[in-house]
């Protein structure tokens, strides 16, 4: 048995694969890594481990340039994972979710918790975690901001409208995992809260959806 340090764009499938095993051997060697049936996340920089008598070996690097590893989750990602559970109050609003659109300019009569905020609650992780945010509650605003990286963990991703009366609008949230079909993200104005969920792929845009601060 040997060690693998995860390279940004790497799943337990992924690995497993480059190092000739199934899934579940891998799931075997790395029990720390699942927790009540599902696999935690893993980040650039993790070390896991693998069969070094397997028959694969490290995957390719991808061409896309990747982010810098983190030894820990990106400090936006530290700042968000703190807000989940923040949700849109049935009665007046609730003013951390006024502090995300505020820092996007939103003032005046769009300042309430009814108004899209998924953009913002982005918006407001990133620059309180000191970097230079896109400062719009746009999803379209964030197509061409940061830079493009492969899909890493803290990395923003962008969906198309998920359904066909949001022809106007989108998804925006924080990369958490991912698997076959889905990339589970960490964002805002998911069913009226900040949670963990999963969107299909299908929904990615189509030109570099995923996206670094810098």
Same mark, same amino acid.
């Given at each position: 048995m040997a060690q693998y340090s995860v390279q940004p764009g790497d799943n337990p499938s992924k690995i497993a694969a480059s190092f000739g095993m199934t899934l579940d051997q #891998?799931?075997?060697?790395?029990p720390d890594l699942v927790e009540w049936g599902n696999w935690k996340v893993l980040f650039p920089g993790q070390l896991?481990?693998?069969d070094d008598a397997g028959a694969g070996g490290p995957v390719d690097a991808p061409a896309a340039s990747a982010p810098t590893d983190f030894a820990a989750p990106p400090p936006w990602?530290?700042?968000?994972i703190m807000e989940v559970g923040v949700q849109e109050w049935a009665s007046g609003d609730n003013p951390?979710?006024?502090e995300y659109l505020q820092s996007c300019g939103i003032a005046g009569n769009l300042l309430h918790d009814e108004t899209a905020w998924c953009a913002? #609650?982005?918006n407001w992780c990133v620059l309180r975690s000191g970097y230079k945010p896109q400062h719009s509650a746009r999803v379209s605003d964030w197509w061409g901001?940061?830079?493009p990286v492969v899909p890493a963990y803290g990395s923003i991703c962008i969906m198309q409208p998920l359904t066909v009366d949001q022809a106007g609008s989108?998804?925006?949230?924080?990369?958490h995992a991912e698997d076959d079909t889905n990339v589970w993200l960490l964002s805002g104005n998911s069913h009226n809260q900040v949670r963990i969920a999963a969107y299909p792929?299908?929904?990615l845009i189509t030109n570099e959806p995923f996206r670094w601060p810098y």
């Open positions: #891998f799931q075997a060697s790395n896991v481990n693998v990602m530290q700042i968000a951390r979710i006024l913002a #609650f982005v901001w940061g830079r989108g998804h925006i949230g924080f990369l792929k299908s929904k």
